[in-house]
């Protein structure tokens, strides 16, 4: 898989360029950090790590921030197995294969 997860949204020719933005890296411990998570990924690029939570607590957050994102019109996409990264709407990025 790379870094866009073109099967979920179909552009095949869309290219988003991240260059002189932030991005503010998450790895949540408990329920407050989804809260954070979505509140920053409306401004600005979010790496969100959950490799270390329980798989009812990823599911749990993923549910939250999922309808969050859908609202807010920012872009979810899998970077890893339980690594995403959200882009705020109006941000690109270019993905080099």
């Known amino acids: 898989m790379g870094l866009l997860n073109r099967e979920k949204y179909g552009d095949e020719d869309e290219r988003y360029d991240l260059s002189g933005k932030s991005v503010r890296i998450f790895t949540p411990k408990e329920k407050q950090n989804m809260y954070d998570i979505v509140e920053s990924a409306e401004y600005q690029v979010v790496l969100m790590n959950m490799e270390n939570l329980e798989q009812n607590e990823k599911q749990k957050m993923m549910d ?5 994102i859908f609202v807010l019109e920012i872009r979810l ?10 882009i705020p709407r ?6 080099q294969v």
């Not at 939250?64 to 969050?68: D, K, P």
């Not at 970077?79 to 990264?85: G, L, P, Q, T």
């Not at 109006?90 to 993905?95: A, M, P």
Request: hydrophobic letters at 50%; charged letters at 20%.
């Open 90 to 95: 109006g941000s690109r990025i270019r993905e």
């Open 77 to 86: 996409f899998q970077v890893a197995e339980n690594i995403y990264i959200l």
């Open 64 to 68: 939250f921030i999922s309808g969050a």
